[in-house]
């Protein structure tokens, strides 16, 4: 198996719900979370990553044994079998630096 690369400019991005965008976000964000109720909306934990706005919970926790993992990142969210999103949490849980992997 291939090594895994991380790729990431380790800057920290906020946690934020859908009130911490703008309108013209808001509406954005909106349709591409069209699935989840108002209320549901309003409870997201998003980040902006890459002029892309990202939920928290589309995110799975690393466990086990996971080249990931060992290299300190928390969580993954796929692209394709061979990329994605890579989520760590900063000390005060209220920020993520984010990288994108690939093998």
Known sequence: MSALTVKTNNRPRDLQTIFDYSIPQQVKIRKQFDYYSEEEL???TLFS?????????????????NPLKE???DGYSSDSYFSGVVVKFTEDNE???VGTYYS
């Open 95 to 97: 920020q993520v630096i």
């Open 42 to 44: 309003a409870e997201l």
């Open 71 to 73: 290299q300190g990142w």
């Open 49 to 65: 990553y890459r002029d892309t706005i990202y939920n928290l919970n589309d995110f799975m926790r690393m466990e086990g044994s």
